[in-house]
């Protein structure tokens, strides 16, 4: 059996302006980049390191990773409802 769950984006935003605009002030990409590594905001010029934002962006996250979950467990019981109809 193959899941098939998109691929998800969670837009991580300032948690002081809520703009969702960062200047990566390294310049390697937001995946790239270790805890410790800062961003800017572009909008209000306050910098954070990756672990902050993530942190203050955490319900976003896991609202995300809540949704793949189910998506996952739907996909499972249609697939198992399907392979147990045949011992019907």
């Given at each position: 059996?193959?899941?098939?769950?998109?691929?998800?984006?969670?837009?991580?935003?300032?948690?002081v302006?809520?703009?969702?605009?960062?200047?990566?002030?390294?310049?390697?990409?937001f995946?790239?980049?270790?805890?410790?590594?800062?961003?800017?905001c572009?909008?209000c010029?306050?910098t954070?390191?990756?672990e902050?934002?993530?942190?203050?962006?955490?319900?976003?996250?896991?609202a995300?990773i809540?949704?793949?979950?189910?998506?996952a467990?739907?996909?499972?019981?249609?697939e198992?409802n399907k392979?147990?109809?045949?011992?019907k």
């Open positions: 059996m193959t899941l098939k769950i998109s691929d998800r984006t969670v837009r991580l935003i300032c948690p302006c809520g703009s969702d605009n960062f200047n990566y002030l390294n310049g390697i990409s995946d790239d980049m270790n805890d410790s590594d800062t961003v800017q572009a909008m010029k306050q954070f390191t990756k902050q934002i993530l942190e203050a962006n955490q319900d976003s996250i896991d995300e809540e949704a793949m979950q189910d998506e467990i739907s996909q499972v019981v249609k198992l392979a147990f109809k045949k011992f």
